[in-house]
């Protein structure tokens, strides 16, 4: 990233960093070689305010708000552009009844279906039972959802055995074989051939 790209009042963070996750930049002026921030939030967590200190912008790259949210004071007016497309649950809903509510299981991630559902709730994609209270979320990423959900596919049977008589009942060019209840649609070169597994 130039320096000329860097924009005042931005969050950035720098793979150059030891101890500090992202700071927020109030000056950048041409005729300087360093820029300054106002508040840094450390790799730590720690939310700390700074009299204008100065650091080199090398290896800069813009930072979310979203992925810094929850390191921010509550009254941060940051968080006020805050629409997270991912979160976390970390708190339950207060009842006994928890099979009536959507979302109640602490660490899990979810994808934002609507953000501002009400004054106080959101609603999640795939959840069917009704709005969250956004309170009990935490901000997320997509690369974290996207880890979670890591290997969540169906696994197909690796070898379908097809009797000789099945594959001589196969009189056209394409027909459909009922196997273990379910219809597959088949050439008799691609059986032949062994595509799919298909042992004869």
């Known amino acids: 990233m130039r320096k000329q790209d860097i924009i005042v009042g931005k969050w950035y963070t720098s793979t150059s960093w030891v101890d ?45 708000i979203s992925e810094i949210a929850q390191y921010l004071p509550k009254d941060h007016p940051d968080l006020k552009e805050i ?17 009536l509510y ?5 660490g899990k991630i979810y994808k934002v279906a609507k953000w ?3 004054l106080q709730d959101c609603l999640l994609v795939g959840e069917t ?9 935490k901000v997320s990423t997509k690369e974290a959802y996207d880890a979670q959900n890591k290997g969540v596919q169906y696994q197909y049977p690796e070898e ?3 009797s000789k ?8 060019s394409k027909s459909k074989i009922k196997i273990s209840n379910i219809f597959v ?16």
């Open 20 to 64: 500090t996750l992202a700071i927020k930049i109030v000056e950048n002026k041409k005729e300087k070689i360093c820029v300054y921030s106002s508040q840094e939030i450390l790799k730590s967590g720690t939310f700390i305010e700074i009299d204008n200190a100065w650091t080199t912008f090398r290896n800069f790259k813009e930072i979310p």
């Open 83 to 99: 629409v997270p497309e991912y979160v976390e649950c970390i708190e339950l809903p207060n009842t006994t009844n928890l099979h």
């Open 102 to 106: 959507s979302a109640t299981t602490i």
């Open 116 to 118: 501002m559902y009400t």
């Open 129 to 137: 039972k009704g709005a969250c209270d956004r309170k009990r979320f």
């Open 160 to 162: 379908t055995v097809i």
């Open 165 to 172: 008589k099945e594959l001589n009942s196969v009189k056209s």
């Open 185 to 200: 649609e088949l050439s008799y070169t691609s059986i032949k051939s062994g595509i799919g597994k298909i042992k004869l």
